[in-house]
């Protein structure tokens, strides 16, 4: 488990680590249910943030 990361998010939300640490189950679990064996991390990171209320990035086109 990305402690490092999770820790962060709860730093930066205010939130007690075991509460972060839950989430981060959660979205796990939300991953398996899903069948997203692609990828798998990047999911449940994904599921993670948006659970964390981190905003969504915009994936804008590179300008050249």
Do not use: C, Q
Not at 2 to 25: D, F, I, Q, R
Not at 49 to 55: A, D, F, I, R
């Amino acid at each position: 488990m990305p402690t490092g990361y999770v820790k962060k998010l709860a730093e930066e939300h205010g939130m007690p680590l075991e509460e972060a640490e839950e989430k981060w189950k959660e979205a796990m679990k939300r991953a398996r249910e899903e069948g997203k064996a692609e990828d798998y991390f990047a999911y449940v990171t994904t599921i993670f943030k948006s659970m964390m209320g981190e905003p969504k990035k915009s994936h804008r086109a590179h300008k050249e």
